[in-house]
């Protein structure tokens, strides 16, 4: 894939890849098609997530071609959820694209890694990433899953209680503790000693699931010296891809907010025209810009390395979690009585936004870490100064 110019400006072959994305997103992911795979078992097409990967190569965008992927960045790969996120496009989107691919590709190279990041890129297997973690920041002490040596290699025993896409995963990456402290380990989600119950979830396009293993047969994928790094550079990736769902999920509900009120008459006239209207539609304009420019800003950092990840995640999912969710509700008031009903697409893309919002970290909790980073930035900064005097 081409790489991006300094100047923070889409190239041609980008513009393009948007565009096959987002046909692909209409033929595969429209409103009637949503709403039947959402209910369905498994909740998405398999041929048609196989296609992303081996066809449009969407999946593998920002896996580097030595590894099977597209040899793209992360500003790629960012283009093309921007769009699935506008379709709501049923599939392990989150488990596989956002999570697990980022912590293979930054696991060295083996057996195990190489073989599951070639069939995740491929489409031909999905995943789901089972571990704590508190507005994307890992924390060991945290995990509650144990690993231990027998005969026939690690054996993983416990429960996380929230994994988004476990319930469609082929593959579970877990972090786990064993005798030489926590690693990252692949399951087979098909396999003995694995339970998978679904959970009742508010946003029925992204299912969630409770893992409890025992005794499950588990490979190692990073071994505990470089899994905790490859654990937070999946979490970042994770944070920072979601924010660009975001960014696709409010750009479509204020097209859909800005098509009604162009349509729709009274007293005689388009309700856009009143000032009330148009005020919140500007308002969501701004929104939906600001996170656009936070959210790019994050992926061409981590792609680039032009600025610390954390900070730059982080502000991106303040700011895209709280748009995102504002626009999903002002989109409904724009629309008034229509956009409560179920019929209408506005409720699917309101409950994506808000379950969103509480994926790797609140706005809250990010807005939190992001002034903590800045303390300690500053902090630093001037303590030269201070022993200086």
């Known amino acids: 894939m081409a790489s991006f110019s300094t100047e923070f400006t889409f190239t041609d072959e980008q513009d393009q890849l948007r565009r096959a994305v987002r046909k692909f997103c209409a033929d595969n992911f429209d409103e009637q098609s949503v709403r039947r795979l959402m209910d369905s078992d498994p909740p998405f097409d398999a041929r048609a997530w196989q296609r992303l990967g081996s066809e449009l190569g969407v999946l593998g965008l920002a896996v580097p071609e030595e590894a099977g992927g597209a040899g793209g960045t992360l500003v790629d790969q960012a283009i093309a959820v921007e769009e699935l996120g506008a379709s709501l496009a049923c599939g392990p989107v989150f488990g596989t694209v956002f999570l697990a691919i980022p912590a293979l590709v930054a696991a060295a190279a083996g057996p195990v890694r190489d073989a599951l990041l070639a069939e995740l890129v491929e489409g031909r297997r999905t995943a789901a990433f089972a571990l704590p973690e508190q507005a994307c920041e890992f924390d060991a002490t945290a995990v509650s899953i144990t690993a231990a040596d027998t005969a026939d290699g690690p054996a993983l025993t416990g429960t996380v209680g929230r994994v988004v896409d476990a319930g469609a995963a082929d593959e579970l990456l877990v972090a786990a503790t064993g ?207 201070v022993a200086a005097g």
């Not at 970042?236 to 098509?259: I, M, N, R, S």
């Not at 600001?290 to 792609?303: G, I, K, M, N």
């Not at 502000?315 to 009585?337: E, N, P, R, V």
């Open 179 to 385: 005798p030489d402290g926590v690693a990252l380990y692949a399951v087979d989600a098909a396999g003995p000693g694995v339970e998978r119950t679904p959970l009742a979830t508010l946003d029925l396009t992204r299912p969630q699931a409770r893992v409890q293993l025992t005794g499950a047969p588990a490979r190692l994928v990073a071994a505990p010296e470089e899994a905790e790094r490859v654990i937070t550079q999946a979490l970042h990736v994770g944070a920072t891809l979601l924010a660009v769902e975001q960014v696709g999920v409010a750009a479509h509900l204020l097209d859909l907010g800005v098509d009604y009120a162009k349509a729709r008459l009274q007293f005689g006239r388009p309700i856009g025209s009143f000032q009330a209207v148009k005020h919140r539609l500007a308002d969501m304009l701004i929104d939906a810009e600001h996170a656009r420019s936070t959210a790019y800003h994050a992926a061409w950092a981590l792609a680039d390395g032009s600025d610390d990840p954390a900070l730059a995640s982080s502000i991106a999912q303040a700011t895209c979690s709280a748009a995102a969710a504002k626009i999903a509700a002002d989109t409904i008031q724009t629309l008034g009585g229509i956009g409560f009903t179920w019929e209408h697409q506005t409720h699917l893309y309101f409950k994506r936004a808000t379950t969103d919002a509480a994926l790797l970290g609140s706005a809250e909790q990010h807005r939190n870490r992001v002034a903590a980073m800045v303390l300690d930035t500053a902090s630093a900064d001037r303590a030269p100064r």
